[in-house]
């Protein structure tokens, strides 16, 4: 079998029916059909009632004004559009998201690919390493944010044990709207550079090395051939990687609820956070669903962005 | 890579990791078996002088985990195998079976991956409080049960397996069930293993969720719980926080050392290939 057999596999029923036409083969496929709905249609009616129809049910919800107590929606138009559109306060939020963002993407991007490039040597115990700088990532991420809650205590917090032989203070790391957002990027690279790690070494591994070895006969250096040669031919993972941490981090709530409620202040509420603040404390059902349509419409132009560059890639290969 | 002066220092930078990745997990295990005065004191106790379980037991005076525990073992077994039973029965259909405009279903299927699930939360919210569900095992295992990621995973891997193996069983007359109970799955094995894993490591660790389809404390799972009992101590009792954090951490650690090998095969290849 070859691999272009693949796409045109077919039941063997259906080799079988060259001359078509007779009742037997007519019954044999509805008899198809009706196992290929029933098998599908849990799945596809729990994916279209949770996953599709909130989109739908968001759009319409972000046209009303609705506490969730009264019987029915108020429609007030494109009303919570204009508010949230033009309130500082959901620019600054959104200010948040990106610096937040940014910083965890910049962060898991370059340690995850240097510790890669160590996991690439042939050190003793690298596997063993690589595991435990992995674990992190299936942990749960409401325990991890409580293990860092108390590291992060003033008081007692191992933080404190580390950074005062130094003569420094320790700050009151979530308490402190300077120090809050830099302590959740510390706790979301802790809990996934591992990840990242894990994919670039897998990328690493599958680089033909051909060219690397003609490169240092040449006379290229370590950083040379790193920069010209593994990182250009690395480009594709590196974006994958890129997507998905944004895609990621737009949604990071567990972390950000045990840490920091969104405080202190609104110095760490996201746009994920205010989704559920908006929704789930203050009870405005119109602001969370437009906020929400805010979210679904820039991941979608991300992750329109990712399948252009990909489809690319596989045409030029 | 030749020069020598360089493989020491990548062990220190090797260790330095090791020791940055494993020192909260020790700090943790440590704190929950500490004794309140060697957490209480400066400079820290580095080791606990005397062991206790003291710890745990106040957690669960202070929170009913045992409760917790059950739920989140509920949900995380009856969700995963749900989600795998959608994500197996599926990838079979489009993988074996005829049926008009199979692309264009294929398509929404996997589409479902491109909504994000923090956007569908108030929505999901008010449908199960529609269908009366909010509070329930129900409201809470059933809008995530719908399967794409895994359900493509499936369908790639039953694709790739040898065409005669299937045909003769049909030949002899195998309806679709048994072939795929008898031949497929057991052919499938490795990555059903990876799926059923990965699946249940995500409902385990399911916060937001839980945390707003519930609203009594028997309801609760053990991450929401988690909150709470971090709410209720008021971080002035690490050891208790600490205790039931490792409740919470456990069985996940557990299952990595065991199936590690799993989670990772399957991650990488979801990221290579996908």
Redesign the interface.
């Known amino acids: 079998m070859t691999a272009l057999d693949l796409p045109v596999r077919t039941h063997p029923d259906e080799r079988r029916q060259v001359a078509s036409g007779n009742q037997e083969q007519r019954r044999r496929r509805r008899r198809e059909y009706r196992l290929f709905a029933l098998l599908v249609a849990p799945n596809l009616l729990v994916i279209a009632v949770f996953a599709y129809w909130p989109i739908l049910y968001n759009a319409f919800l972000s046209l009303t004004d609705w506490n969730m107590i009264a019987a029915r929606p108020t429609f007030v138009g494109l009303t919570n559009y204009a508010n949230i559109l033009t309130d500082p306060a959901f620019h600054k939020t959104l200010w948040i998201t990106l610096v937040f963002t940014g910083l965890i993407v910049a962060g898991s991007l370059v340690i995850g690919l240097a510790l890669a490039l160590l996991f690439n040597q042939p050190l003793k115990g690298r596997g063993v390493v690589r595991t435990i700088s992995f674990a992190p990532h299936i942990l749960s991420g409401a325990a991890v944010a409580t293990i860092w809650l108390f590291i992060f205590d003033p008081g007692y917090g191992l933080l404190r044990a580390l950074i005062e032989p130094f003569g420094a203070e320790p700050p009151d790391w979530m308490n402190n709207s300077d120090w809050a957002l830099p302590g959740l990027v510390i706790v979301y690279l802790w809990k996934n550079v591992g990840f990242t790690a894990l994919i670039y070494l897998a990328g690493l591994q599958g680089l033909p090395k051909e060219l690397d070895e003609a490169a240092a006969i040449d006379g290229a250096g370590t950083w040379t051939r790193f920069r010209r040669i593994k990182l250009p031919l690395l480009a594709p993972i590196t974006f994958f990687l890129l997507i998905t941490t944004v895609i990621g981090t737009f949604q990071a709530f567990d972390v950000i609820a045990v840490m920091t409620g969104g405080g202190p202040g609104d110095a760490t509420t996201t746009l994920s956070w205010s989704i559920y603040n908006e929704g789930f404390q203050a009870f405005n059902a119109g602001r969370a669903a437009t906020l929400s349509i805010i979210m679904f419409v820039i991941l979608l132009i991300v992750t329109a962005v990712q399948a252009r560059v990909m489809e690319r890639r596989v045409h030029y290969k | ?1 030749s020069r020598l002066g360089t ?1 020491p220092l ?2 220190v ?2 260790v330095g ?2 020791a ?6 020790y ?2 295990i440590s ?1 929950a078996l500490k004794q309140p005065a060697d ?2 004191q ?3 106790a580095w080791w606990p002088h005397d062991l206790t379980w003291e710890n745990f037991s106040l957690a669960w005076k202070a929170a009913p985990f045992d409760r917790f525990f059950l739920n989140s073992t509920i949900i995380t077994v009856v969700g995963t195998a749900a989600k795998v039973a ?2 197996v ?2 990838a ?9 405009f ?1 692309k264009v ?1 294929f398509t ?2 996997l ?2 991956m ?14 199960v409080a529609s269908l009366g569900w909010i509070n329930t095992y129900a409201g809470l295992i ?7 990621f895994a ?1 493509f995973l499936m369908r790639q891997h039953f ?2 397996l ?2 005669e193996v ?2 003769a069983a ?2 002899d007359g195998a309806g ?1 069930l048994r072939t795929l109970w008898r031949v497929v799955l057991p052919m499938s094995q490795p990555m059903l293993i990876t799926v059923v894993v990965i699946t249940a ?1 995500e409902e ?2 399911n ?2 969720w839980p ?2 389809v519930t609203n009594t404390a028997d309801m609760r799972t ?3 719980g ?2 709470i009992l ?1 709410d209720e101590e008021g ?1 002035a009792n ?1 050891g208790t ?2 205790a ?2 490792l409740l ?2 456990a069985p ?2 557990l299952i ?1 050392l065991v199936a ?1 090998r799993y ?2 095969g399957g ?2 290849q979801g ?2 290939k996908g």
């Open positions: 890579m493989r990548q062990y930078v090797l990791v090791a940055i990745f494993l020192a909260p997990l700090w943790l704190t957490i209480y400066w400079p820290p959608n994500a029965l599926t079979y259909a489009f993988a074996y079976l005829r049926f008009p199979k279903l929404l299927v589409g479902a491109m909504v994000p699930g923090h956007v569908t939360l108030l929505p999901n919210y008010l449908t059933v809008p995530g049960i719908g399967s794409a359900t694709l790739t040898p065409s299937t045909d049909a030949v679709h490591v385990w660790n916060f937001v945390l707003i053990l991450p929401v988690l909150l971090k971080l690490w926080i600490m039931g954090t919470v951490l996940m650690l990595f590690q989670i990772v991650i990488t990221a290579l």
